[in-house]
């Protein structure tokens, strides 16, 4: 089975400083690992993903993530907020393997204090 | 490219009635995907279709059913609503099923759903 830990559901920050958005998962597969950001009254966008090539993973609007997989982890990053990131962030594993769909985390919000 | 577009976006619906929700997906894409989203339970999936045929299904009662078209737009139905059913339903699609591939979803903004 296979199963997502957002270990953070509130992360607060002030505008300009690094973003750490925090992500475990587990799965008896090699998984494809995605981030996806929600705006208020809007579907899911995707930020990035990561699917067994490089560990390290840009994504859009300058956020990256680090698979390591000795910690299970799939950590967001982002160098420097901006106001415009306030937002939902899901984490989510897919597995290439029988029936099992799309895994979400329950979602971490993001809120950016100017 | 047009986006996944989901029509209408707000419905308003009052318990025992029937709703049927729409979804055109990105031109090209044959999977298209539904899921629930309520602040309780978060991101649930519902089900999957690919040419026209339900390949993969969540733990939902069977009032919840969906199909899909030649054309791979695709409809969802919930019947006999019930108060719990109120949530934002987004459809998503992607070039192929899912776990034949590494390919995102992409998802439209969604119904919300209220129900009374």
């Known amino acids: 089975a296979q199963s997502v830990t957002q270990l953070d559901s509130h992360v607060s920050v002030s505008e300009g400083t690094p973003v750490l958005l925090r992500c475990n998962y587990s799965?008896?597969?090699?998984?494809?690992l995605f981030w996806y950001v929600q705006h208020p009254n809007k579907g899911l966008q995707l930020l990035l993903k990561y699917t067994s090539a490089a560990t390290l993973v840009k994504g859009i609007n300058g956020f990256e993530a680090e698979f390591k997989k000795s910690e299970t982890s799939f950590h967001l990053t982002k160098p420097s907020a901006h106001m415009s990131d306030a937002a939902e962030y899901f984490c989510v594993v897919s597995v290439d393997s029988g029936n099992t769909p799309l895994v979400f985390g329950k979602g971490t919000r993001l809120s950016v204090i100017a | 490219k047009a986006g996944v577009t989901q029509t209408p976006r707000y419905l308003i619906k009052t318990r025992g009635q029937q709703v049927t929700l729409s979804c055109s997906p990105i031109?090209?894409?044959?999977?298209v995907s539904w899921y629930q989203q309520t602040p309780g339970q978060g991101l649930q999936f519902l089900f999957e279709y690919f040419s026209e045929t339900q390949r993969n299904k969540g733990n939902f009662p069977g009032r919840f059913s969906g199909r899909q078209f030649s054309n791979s737009r695709s409809e969802m139905n919930v019947s006999t609503l019930e108060l719990g059913d109120s949530a934002l339903y987004l459809c998503?699609?992607?070039?192929?099923?899912?776990?034949?591939?590494?390919?995102?979803?992409?998802f439209g903004d969604g119904t919300r759903l209220s129900i009374l």
């Open positions: 031109s090209g894409h044959r999977s």
């Open positions: 998503a699609s992607s070039l192929y099923l899912h776990r034949y591939s590494n390919q995102p979803q992409h």
């Open positions: 799965s008896s597969y090699s998984p494809s």
